[in-house]
């Protein structure tokens, strides 16, 4: 009889951890999403960060022509790039700050689509869970925040990546500032779980071009520079999986650096509100193809064979653009 009770046991004992072992298997996968393109197979929309200031900095001036930009393109959705809410992110769901800084400056017609969002380094001063939580996609149904994420729109597949906890001064030197790290500690497991989920997702995908969204730079001209860790961490993955946009916020202007040792085109949308005038820092002419220190936005038009950047000032004019093409496959033909 013991002997058939400690069998039964071991049995448990085994099923229990094969149990364990694919809930992990599922996890290591990025939450993904779908969505379509247009009938034709082309994909507009605009990118926007660094921008939740109740209106104020130009954030309204720079929505009203986002609006009107949106309705030009016909755009799909609107990606952020971080720091949704100045100073200190939300204090709750039912933060006001919500309404004051999103549904109520973003108003164009063209801009009540669905926004893919990521996190900012300011966003993790105040109630992480407040913008991840679900409940704010009730009070708005265009809200879609996640740490981490992967979007499918067929020609091309977007990964957001939570790039915040990545930067050791966040964690070393706070400058009396406190940051939500719930979901985050350990963080050397958080960051090791994100970057082989990552790997994942890049390996796997099919995608004829491949977009990655973070809000902090990896090379940037602006106040903050390159973030290092960023640079150490996570561009090795994406160059061997050739990416081709890096997208990010982080630093209050909009450029365009192309690399100069791999095909990634390094775009900085983060004039969403108060911008820092004056602030450039860059030595390589070759690589910057474009810097504007003022309020602004972004626009990509996609085809399966081509894609086509142009950035905005606040007055709606275009101060820059870039187009790239790929040849179709004989079976897209």
Known sequence: MASVWKKAMVMAVFFSSLLCFCFDF????????????????????????????????????????MGRIGEKLDIDFVVSTGDNFYDNGLKGSDDPTFHDSFSRV????????????????????????AQ??????????????L????????????????????????????????????DVSPRKNYLKKLLAELEMGLGESRAKWKIVVGHHTIKSGGHHGNTNEI??????????????????????????????????????????SKAWRGDFNWINPDEMKFYHDGQGFMSVQMTEAQVEIAFYDVFGNVLHSWSASKHLSHSAI
């Not at 973003?106 to 869970?129: C, F, M, P």
């Not at 991840?132 to 925040?145: H, K, T, V």
């Not at 090795?236 to 100069?260: E, F, T």
């Open 26 to 65: 599922s996890e290591a996968q990025l939450p993904r999403f779908q969505h379509a393109p247009k009938p034709d197979g082309s994909l507009s929309f605009l990118v926007i960060g660094d921008w939740g200031r109740r209106g104020f900095y130009n954030q309204s001036q720079v929505a009203l022509q």
């Open 106 to 129: 973003y108003t164009a017609d063209s801009l009540q689509k669905q926004w893919y969002i990521v996190l900012g380094n300011h966003d993790y001063r105040g109630d992480v869970e």
């Open 132 to 145: 991840l939580s679900p409940i704010l996609r009730q009070m708005d149904s265009r809200w879609l925040c």
């Open 147 to 182: 740490r981490s994420f992967i979007v499918d729109a067929e020609i091309v597949e977007f990964f957001f990546v939570d790039t915040t906890p990545f930067v050791d001064q966040y964690f070393i030197d706070p400058k009396d500032h406190e940051y939500d790290w719930r």
């Open 231 to 272: 640079v150490t961490q996570l561009l090795p993955i994406l160059k061997a999986n050739h990416v081709d946009l890096y997208i990010n916020g982080h630093d209050h202007c909009l450029q365009h650096i192309k690399s100069s040792n791999s095909g990634i085109q390094y775009l900085t949308s983060g004039g969403g």
